[in-house]
Protein backbone atom coordinates (compact mmCIF):
# COMPACT_ATOMS: atom_id res chain seq x y z
CA UNK A 1 0.00 0.00 0.00
CA UNK A 2 1.28 3.32 -0.86
CA UNK A 3 -0.10 7.06 0.05
CA UNK A 4 -0.10 7.55 -3.31
CA UNK A 5 -2.90 5.80 -3.97
CA UNK A 6 -6.12 7.47 -3.66
CA UNK A 7 -8.28 5.64 -1.00
CA UNK A 8 -11.44 4.70 -4.22
CA UNK A 9 -8.63 2.81 -6.37
CA UNK A 10 -7.59 0.73 -2.90
CA UNK A 11 -11.31 0.30 -2.25
CA UNK A 12 -11.51 -1.26 -5.93
CA UNK A 13 -8.67 -3.72 -5.58
CA UNK A 14 -9.50 -4.67 -2.09
CA UNK A 15 -13.12 -5.24 -3.81
CA UNK A 16 -11.84 -7.47 -6.60
CA UNK A 17 -8.94 -9.38 -4.22
CA UNK A 18 -12.93 -10.10 -2.21
CA UNK A 19 -14.98 -11.01 -5.26
CA UNK A 20 -11.43 -13.31 -6.26
CA UNK A 21 -11.71 -15.28 -2.99
CA UNK A 22 -15.68 -15.48 -3.09
CA UNK A 23 -14.97 -16.59 -6.87
CA UNK A 24 -12.02 -19.30 -5.41
CA UNK A 25 -14.37 -20.29 -2.26
CA UNK A 26 -17.67 -20.88 -4.23
CA UNK A 27 -16.85 -21.46 -7.77
CA UNK A 28 -13.50 -23.10 -7.74
CA UNK A 29 -13.69 -25.30 -4.89
CA UNK A 30 -17.59 -25.59 -4.09
CA UNK A 31 -16.36 -25.69 -0.40
CA UNK A 32 -19.41 -27.63 1.90
CA UNK A 33 -19.41 -26.59 5.25
CA UNK A 34 -17.61 -28.67 8.22
CA UNK A 35 -14.71 -29.55 4.95
CA UNK A 36 -11.43 -29.01 6.32
CA UNK A 37 -9.06 -27.02 3.14
CA UNK A 38 -5.63 -27.24 2.46
CA UNK A 39 -3.91 -24.50 0.90
CA UNK A 40 -0.52 -23.82 -0.75
CA UNK A 41 0.54 -20.10 -1.77
CA UNK A 42 3.66 -17.93 -2.29
CA UNK A 43 4.79 -15.62 0.28
CA UNK A 44 3.24 -12.61 -1.08
CA UNK A 45 -0.01 -14.08 -1.83
CA UNK A 46 -1.13 -13.41 2.44
CA UNK A 47 -3.69 -11.04 1.63
CA UNK A 48 -5.58 -13.38 -0.97
CA UNK A 49 -5.26 -15.98 1.22
CA UNK A 50 -6.64 -13.90 4.54
CA UNK A 51 -9.36 -12.98 2.01
CA UNK A 52 -9.91 -16.93 0.83
CA UNK A 53 -9.78 -17.96 4.80
CA UNK A 54 -12.50 -16.13 5.93
CA UNK A 55 -14.84 -17.01 2.88
CA UNK A 56 -13.74 -20.19 3.61
CA UNK A 57 -14.90 -20.24 7.38
CA UNK A 58 -18.06 -18.21 6.64
CA UNK A 59 -19.08 -21.28 4.20
CA UNK A 60 -18.12 -23.42 6.93
CA UNK A 61 -14.81 -24.91 6.72
CA UNK A 62 -13.71 -26.86 9.67
CA UNK A 63 -10.14 -25.43 9.52
CA UNK A 64 -7.86 -23.85 6.92
CA UNK A 65 -4.48 -24.51 7.46
CA UNK A 66 -1.84 -22.95 4.70
CA UNK A 67 1.51 -24.11 3.37
CA UNK A 68 3.76 -20.71 2.55
CA UNK A 69 6.29 -21.22 -0.12
CA UNK A 70 9.25 -18.33 0.17
CA UNK A 71 11.18 -17.94 -3.02
CA UNK A 72 14.03 -17.24 -1.59
CA UNK A 73 14.67 -19.29 0.74
CA UNK A 74 13.78 -21.94 -2.14
CA UNK A 75 16.95 -20.34 -4.10
CA UNK A 76 19.30 -20.64 -0.65
CA UNK A 77 18.86 -24.55 -1.16
CA UNK A 78 20.54 -24.20 -4.85
CA UNK A 79 23.03 -22.02 -3.61
CA UNK A 80 24.32 -23.45 -0.46
CA UNK A 81 22.92 -27.06 0.00
CA UNK A 82 25.43 -29.81 -0.39
CA UNK A 83 24.64 -32.05 -3.68
CA UNK A 84 23.36 -34.74 -2.56
CA UNK A 85 20.77 -33.07 -1.23
CA UNK A 86 18.71 -32.81 -4.25
CA UNK A 87 17.21 -36.05 -4.55
CA UNK A 88 15.30 -35.68 -1.23
CA UNK A 89 12.14 -34.17 -0.73
CA UNK A 90 10.08 -33.69 2.32
CA UNK A 91 8.00 -36.81 2.24
CA UNK A 92 6.12 -35.88 5.13
CA UNK A 93 4.58 -33.37 4.08
CA UNK A 94 3.26 -35.07 0.62
CA UNK A 95 1.82 -37.91 3.03
CA UNK A 96 0.44 -35.45 5.12
CA UNK A 97 -1.38 -34.19 2.11
CA UNK A 98 -2.59 -37.22 1.18
CA UNK A 99 -3.88 -38.10 4.60
CA UNK A 100 -5.57 -34.64 4.73
CA UNK A 101 -7.52 -35.29 0.90
CA UNK A 102 -8.65 -38.94 1.84
CA UNK A 103 -10.11 -37.54 5.86
CA UNK A 104 -11.97 -35.40 3.12
CA UNK A 105 -10.28 -31.84 2.66
CA UNK A 106 -10.58 -29.79 -0.21
CA UNK A 107 -7.25 -28.19 -1.97
CA UNK A 108 -6.71 -25.34 -3.15
CA UNK A 109 -3.34 -24.02 -4.59
CA UNK A 110 -2.10 -20.18 -5.08
CA UNK A 111 -0.14 -19.69 -8.06
CA UNK A 112 2.00 -16.80 -8.34
CA UNK A 113 5.42 -17.89 -7.87
CA UNK A 114 8.57 -16.45 -10.28
CA UNK A 115 8.83 -18.00 -13.41
CA UNK A 116 12.31 -17.72 -13.77
CA UNK A 117 13.60 -18.39 -9.69
CA UNK A 118 15.49 -21.05 -11.10
CA UNK A 119 16.26 -20.22 -14.29
CA UNK A 120 20.19 -19.80 -13.25
CA UNK A 121 20.45 -22.90 -11.56
CA UNK A 122 21.81 -26.18 -12.27
CA UNK A 123 19.63 -28.14 -14.41
CA UNK A 124 20.65 -31.43 -12.60
CA UNK A 125 19.99 -30.46 -9.69
CA UNK A 126 16.32 -28.72 -11.03
CA UNK A 127 15.68 -32.05 -12.47
CA UNK A 128 16.42 -34.33 -9.36
CA UNK A 129 14.76 -31.47 -6.69
CA UNK A 130 11.80 -32.08 -9.36
CA UNK A 131 11.77 -35.90 -9.44
CA UNK A 132 11.82 -36.11 -6.04
CA UNK A 133 9.15 -34.04 -5.44
CA UNK A 134 6.95 -35.57 -8.11
CA UNK A 135 7.64 -38.72 -6.52
CA UNK A 136 6.84 -37.73 -3.08
CA UNK A 137 3.74 -35.83 -4.23
CA UNK A 138 2.51 -38.64 -6.43
CA UNK A 139 0.00 -40.52 -3.83
CA UNK A 140 -1.88 -36.99 -2.73
CA UNK A 141 -1.94 -36.02 -6.64
CA UNK A 142 -3.41 -38.94 -8.04
CA UNK A 143 -6.51 -38.35 -5.32
CA UNK A 144 -6.52 -34.98 -7.77
CA UNK A 145 -5.75 -36.34 -11.29
CA UNK A 146 -8.79 -38.84 -10.46
CA UNK A 147 -11.09 -36.22 -8.88
CA UNK A 148 -11.66 -37.95 -5.86
CA UNK A 149 -11.94 -34.71 -4.12
CA UNK A 150 -12.94 -31.15 -5.22
CA UNK A 151 -9.89 -28.68 -5.87
CA UNK A 152 -8.78 -25.59 -7.56
CA UNK A 153 -6.14 -23.13 -8.62
CA UNK A 154 -6.33 -19.17 -8.63
CA UNK A 155 -3.37 -16.68 -8.66
CA UNK A 156 -2.42 -13.74 -7.10
CA UNK A 157 0.15 -10.85 -8.18
CA UNK A 158 3.50 -11.08 -7.05
CA UNK A 159 6.35 -8.42 -8.01
CA UNK A 160 8.77 -11.37 -9.11
CA UNK A 161 6.06 -12.53 -11.66
CA UNK A 162 4.85 -9.06 -12.86
CA UNK A 163 8.79 -8.17 -13.82
CA UNK A 164 8.90 -11.52 -15.50
CA UNK A 165 6.03 -10.26 -17.60
CA UNK A 166 6.71 -6.40 -17.85
CA UNK A 167 10.63 -6.45 -17.48
CA UNK A 168 10.66 -2.74 -19.05
CA UNK A 169 7.75 -0.97 -16.29
CA UNK A 170 8.19 0.07 -13.45
CA UNK A 171 7.89 -2.80 -10.55
CA UNK A 172 4.57 -0.72 -9.24
CA UNK A 173 2.83 -0.08 -12.87
CA UNK A 174 3.71 -3.89 -13.61
CA UNK A 175 2.09 -5.51 -10.37
CA UNK A 176 -1.10 -3.60 -10.98
CA UNK A 177 -0.84 -4.42 -14.53
CA UNK A 178 -0.65 -8.58 -13.56
CA UNK A 179 -3.33 -7.84 -10.92
CA UNK A 180 -5.85 -6.09 -13.65
CA UNK A 181 -5.13 -9.01 -15.68
CA UNK A 182 -5.80 -11.81 -13.13
CA UNK A 183 -9.11 -9.98 -12.21
CA UNK A 184 -9.89 -9.54 -16.08
CA UNK A 185 -9.08 -13.28 -17.60
CA UNK A 186 -10.96 -14.70 -13.73
CA UNK A 187 -13.95 -12.70 -14.47
CA UNK A 188 -13.99 -10.94 -11.21
CA UNK A 189 -14.85 -7.42 -13.38
CA UNK A 190 -18.29 -7.99 -13.65
CA UNK A 191 -21.37 -7.24 -11.06
CA UNK A 192 -21.63 -10.62 -10.37
CA UNK A 193 -18.87 -12.98 -11.09
CA UNK A 194 -20.02 -15.82 -9.65
CA UNK A 195 -23.30 -15.92 -11.74
CA UNK A 196 -20.55 -14.98 -15.08
CA UNK A 197 -18.98 -18.00 -14.39
CA UNK A 198 -22.27 -20.00 -14.29
CA UNK A 199 -22.42 -18.97 -17.39
CA UNK A 200 -19.16 -19.57 -19.22
CA UNK A 201 -19.18 -22.94 -17.54
CA UNK A 202 -22.66 -24.12 -19.12
CA UNK A 203 -21.04 -22.77 -22.31
CA UNK A 204 -17.47 -25.20 -21.61
CA UNK A 205 -19.86 -27.79 -21.24
CA UNK A 206 -21.94 -27.65 -24.41
CA UNK A 207 -18.43 -27.70 -26.17
CA UNK A 208 -17.61 -30.69 -24.50
CA UNK A 209 -21.19 -32.40 -25.23
CA UNK A 210 -20.59 -31.54 -28.65
CA UNK A 211 -17.43 -33.39 -29.34
CA UNK A 212 -18.80 -36.17 -27.07
CA UNK A 213 -21.74 -36.74 -29.38
CA UNK A 214 -18.89 -36.45 -32.42
CA UNK A 215 -16.78 -39.37 -31.08
CA UNK A 216 -13.51 -38.55 -32.94
CA UNK A 217 -11.20 -41.05 -33.16
CA UNK A 218 -8.50 -38.75 -33.77
CA UNK A 219 -7.56 -34.65 -34.32
CA UNK A 220 -5.54 -33.77 -37.03
CA UNK A 221 -2.92 -30.47 -36.96
CA UNK A 222 -2.22 -28.09 -39.35
CA UNK A 223 0.61 -24.80 -38.81
CA UNK A 224 3.61 -23.60 -39.13
CA UNK A 225 5.99 -26.30 -38.53
CA UNK A 226 3.23 -28.82 -37.11
CA UNK A 227 1.95 -31.49 -38.61
CA UNK A 228 0.42 -33.76 -36.19
CA UNK A 229 -2.19 -36.42 -35.83
CA UNK A 230 -2.83 -37.82 -32.43
CA UNK A 231 -5.89 -40.09 -31.78
CA UNK A 232 -8.08 -40.48 -28.80
CA UNK A 233 -8.00 -42.84 -26.02
CA UNK A 234 -10.85 -45.23 -26.34
CA UNK A 235 -14.22 -43.98 -24.29
CA UNK A 236 -12.25 -41.02 -24.20
CA UNK A 237 -14.69 -38.52 -22.50
CA UNK A 238 -13.98 -34.79 -23.67
CA UNK A 239 -14.34 -32.56 -20.29
CA UNK A 240 -14.77 -28.59 -19.78
CA UNK A 241 -15.81 -26.41 -17.10
CA UNK A 242 -16.77 -27.95 -13.77
CA UNK A 243 -16.97 -31.33 -12.85
CA UNK A 244 -18.54 -33.43 -9.61
CA UNK A 245 -15.66 -34.68 -7.92
CA UNK A 246 -16.13 -38.64 -6.11
CA UNK A 247 -16.92 -37.21 -2.72
CA UNK A 248 -19.97 -35.52 -4.59
CA UNK A 249 -18.94 -31.66 -5.03
CA UNK A 250 -19.32 -30.01 -7.88
CA UNK A 251 -15.88 -28.13 -8.42
CA UNK A 252 -14.20 -25.79 -11.02
CA UNK A 253 -10.57 -26.91 -10.92
CA UNK A 254 -8.88 -23.90 -12.58
CA UNK A 255 -9.79 -20.41 -12.06
CA UNK A 256 -9.44 -19.15 -15.12
CA UNK A 257 -10.28 -22.18 -17.62
CA UNK A 258 -11.15 -21.54 -20.95
CA UNK A 259 -10.34 -24.92 -22.52
CA UNK A 260 -11.76 -28.48 -23.35
CA UNK A 261 -9.91 -31.55 -22.88
CA UNK A 262 -9.41 -35.04 -22.76
CA UNK A 263 -7.24 -38.05 -23.00
CA UNK A 264 -5.02 -38.86 -25.93
CA UNK A 265 -4.21 -42.58 -27.01
CA UNK A 266 -0.41 -42.92 -25.45
CA UNK A 267 0.68 -44.87 -28.96
CA UNK A 268 -1.10 -43.14 -31.35
CA UNK A 269 0.54 -39.68 -31.70
CA UNK A 270 2.68 -39.50 -35.08
CA UNK A 271 4.38 -36.23 -36.71
CA UNK A 272 5.90 -33.00 -35.59
CA UNK A 273 4.52 -30.79 -32.84
CA UNK A 274 6.09 -26.66 -32.65
CA UNK A 275 5.20 -25.12 -29.43
CA UNK A 276 3.45 -21.87 -29.60
CA UNK A 277 4.82 -20.44 -26.87
CA UNK A 278 7.53 -20.59 -24.11
CA UNK A 279 6.78 -23.25 -21.16
CA UNK A 280 7.51 -22.17 -17.97
CA UNK A 281 8.58 -25.46 -16.00
CA UNK A 282 9.32 -25.70 -11.99
CA UNK A 283 10.90 -21.93 -12.35
CA UNK A 284 12.94 -22.33 -15.97
CA UNK A 285 11.71 -21.67 -19.36
CA UNK A 286 12.23 -23.89 -22.50
CA UNK A 287 12.16 -21.87 -25.64
CA UNK A 288 11.55 -23.13 -29.07
CA UNK A 289 10.10 -26.68 -28.19
CA UNK A 290 9.74 -28.81 -31.52
CA UNK A 291 8.94 -32.61 -30.83
CA UNK A 292 8.56 -35.42 -33.01
CA UNK A 293 6.45 -38.55 -32.32
CA UNK A 294 6.10 -41.73 -33.43
CA UNK A 295 3.08 -44.30 -32.55
CA UNK A 296 2.79 -42.11 -29.48
CA UNK A 297 6.58 -41.93 -28.25
CA UNK A 298 8.88 -38.47 -28.67
CA UNK A 299 11.43 -39.63 -30.13
CA UNK A 300 13.44 -36.35 -31.08
CA UNK A 301 13.27 -33.00 -29.02
CA UNK A 302 14.74 -29.54 -29.67
CA UNK A 303 14.04 -26.76 -27.19
CA UNK A 304 15.74 -23.19 -28.94
CA UNK A 305 16.18 -22.19 -24.65
CA UNK A 306 16.58 -24.97 -21.81
CA UNK A 307 17.05 -28.23 -24.23
CA UNK A 308 19.12 -29.34 -21.08
CA UNK A 309 15.56 -29.74 -18.52
CA UNK A 310 13.59 -29.93 -21.67
CA UNK A 311 15.63 -33.45 -22.29
CA UNK A 312 15.69 -34.53 -18.48
CA UNK A 313 11.65 -33.75 -18.24
CA UNK A 314 10.63 -36.41 -21.23
CA UNK A 315 13.75 -38.58 -19.73
CA UNK A 316 11.67 -38.62 -15.94
CA UNK A 317 10.15 -42.23 -16.80
CA UNK A 318 8.83 -44.10 -19.53
CA UNK A 319 5.74 -42.21 -19.70
CA UNK A 320 7.18 -38.78 -19.75
CA UNK A 321 7.74 -39.23 -23.44
CA UNK A 322 3.79 -40.11 -24.23
CA UNK A 323 0.96 -37.66 -24.03
CA UNK A 324 -1.80 -37.88 -21.12
CA UNK A 325 -3.90 -34.64 -22.10
CA UNK A 326 -5.21 -32.79 -25.74
CA UNK A 327 -6.84 -29.19 -25.47
CA UNK A 328 -8.64 -27.08 -27.67
CA UNK A 329 -8.98 -23.35 -26.50
CA UNK A 330 -9.70 -20.63 -29.07
CA UNK A 331 -7.42 -17.85 -29.55
CA UNK A 332 -10.61 -15.39 -28.88
CA UNK A 333 -10.41 -16.60 -25.37
CA UNK A 334 -10.17 -13.41 -22.66
CA UNK A 335 -6.40 -14.53 -22.24
CA UNK A 336 -5.57 -15.34 -25.76
CA UNK A 337 -6.67 -11.67 -26.24
CA UNK A 338 -4.84 -10.14 -23.49
CA UNK A 339 -2.00 -10.87 -25.95
CA UNK A 340 0.22 -11.63 -23.04
CA UNK A 341 2.62 -14.51 -22.37
CA UNK A 342 2.16 -15.21 -18.58
CA UNK A 343 4.91 -17.86 -18.33
CA UNK A 344 2.50 -19.48 -16.37
CA UNK A 345 0.78 -22.78 -17.34
CA UNK A 346 -2.88 -21.66 -15.22
CA UNK A 347 -2.78 -18.96 -18.27
CA UNK A 348 -0.82 -19.52 -20.72
CA UNK A 349 -2.47 -22.99 -20.79
CA UNK A 350 -5.45 -21.08 -21.36
CA UNK A 351 -4.49 -19.14 -23.85
CA UNK A 352 -4.23 -21.63 -26.82
CA UNK A 353 -4.90 -25.25 -27.84
CA UNK A 354 -2.28 -27.39 -26.05
CA UNK A 355 -0.97 -31.02 -25.29
CA UNK A 356 0.29 -32.32 -21.63
CA UNK A 357 2.91 -34.87 -21.60
CA UNK A 358 2.58 -37.66 -18.76
CA UNK A 359 -0.23 -38.79 -16.49
CA UNK A 360 -3.78 -38.39 -18.35
CA UNK A 361 -6.97 -37.66 -16.16
CA UNK A 362 -8.38 -40.65 -15.75
CA UNK A 363 -12.13 -38.51 -15.35
CA UNK A 364 -11.38 -37.83 -19.22
CA UNK A 365 -12.41 -41.86 -19.87
CA UNK A 366 -15.33 -43.14 -19.54
CA UNK A 367 -16.10 -44.38 -15.87
CA UNK A 368 -12.48 -44.11 -15.61
CA UNK A 369 -12.80 -43.63 -11.62
CA UNK A 370 -13.65 -47.30 -11.22
CA UNK A 371 -10.83 -48.89 -14.07
CA UNK A 372 -7.76 -50.27 -12.66
CA UNK A 373 -4.67 -48.97 -13.99
CA UNK A 374 -3.86 -52.04 -16.59
CA UNK A 375 -7.75 -51.16 -17.81
CA UNK A 376 -6.92 -47.68 -18.17
CA UNK A 377 -3.77 -48.41 -19.77
CA UNK A 378 -5.46 -50.72 -22.38
CA UNK A 379 -7.88 -47.88 -23.68
CA UNK A 380 -4.90 -45.37 -23.74
CA UNK A 381 -4.80 -43.78 -20.79
CA UNK A 382 -1.00 -42.65 -20.39
CA UNK A 383 1.04 -43.39 -17.10
CA UNK A 384 3.96 -40.80 -15.50
CA UNK A 385 4.87 -38.92 -12.23
CA UNK A 386 5.02 -35.27 -14.64
CA UNK A 387 1.97 -33.98 -16.33
CA UNK A 388 3.52 -30.93 -18.23
CA UNK A 389 1.27 -29.26 -20.87
CA UNK A 390 2.80 -26.71 -23.44
CA UNK A 391 0.87 -24.91 -25.81
CA UNK A 392 0.67 -25.20 -29.46
CA UNK A 393 -2.32 -23.50 -30.99
CA UNK A 394 -2.39 -20.35 -32.68
CA UNK A 395 -3.95 -17.94 -34.92
CA UNK A 396 -2.48 -19.99 -38.00
CA UNK A 397 -3.27 -23.79 -36.61
CA UNK A 398 -6.22 -25.77 -38.31
CA UNK A 399 -7.83 -28.91 -36.78
CA UNK A 400 -9.59 -31.59 -38.19
CA UNK A 401 -11.62 -34.49 -36.36
CA UNK A 402 -11.20 -37.53 -37.90
CA UNK A 403 -13.92 -40.06 -37.53
CA UNK A 404 -13.55 -43.33 -36.94
CA UNK A 405 -14.77 -44.26 -40.57
CA UNK A 406 -12.19 -42.05 -41.80
CA UNK A 407 -14.58 -38.93 -42.13
CA UNK A 408 -12.38 -35.28 -41.80
CA UNK A 409 -14.41 -32.78 -40.28
CA UNK A 410 -13.02 -29.12 -39.75
CA UNK A 411 -13.39 -28.20 -36.08
CA UNK A 412 -10.88 -24.98 -35.59
CA UNK A 413 -9.71 -22.84 -38.80
CA UNK A 414 -6.95 -20.34 -37.66
CA UNK A 415 -7.30 -21.01 -34.15
CA UNK A 416 -11.36 -20.49 -34.02
CA UNK A 417 -14.11 -22.67 -33.46
CA UNK A 418 -15.69 -23.64 -36.82
ZN1 LIG B 1 -5.15 -28.38 -20.12
ZN1 LIG C 1 -2.93 -30.19 -18.22
Not at 85 to 112: C, E, P, Q, V
Not at 251 to 260: F, L
Amino acid sequence: MTHATPFAEQSAFEQNLDQLAAVAVHVGLGLKAGQELVMTAPLEAVPLVRRITEHAYRAGASLVTTLYNDDDAALMRFRFAPNAAFDHAANWLYDGMGAAFKSGAARLAITGANPLLLSNEDPDKVGRANHAISMAYRPALELITRHEINWTIVATATPAWAEAMFPDAPPQYALAKLWDAIFETSRINTSDPVSAWKQHDAELQRRAAFLNERRYSALQYRGPETDFRLGLADDHLWMGGGTTAANGIYCIPNIPTEEVFTTPHKDRADGIVTASKPLSYQGTMIEGIQVRFERGRIVEARATRGQEVLQKLIDSDEGARRLGEVALVPQSSPIAHSGLTYFNTLFDENAASHIALGQAYSSCVRDGENLTPEQLAAKGANDSLIHVDWMIGSDKLDIDGITASGAVEPLMRSGEWV
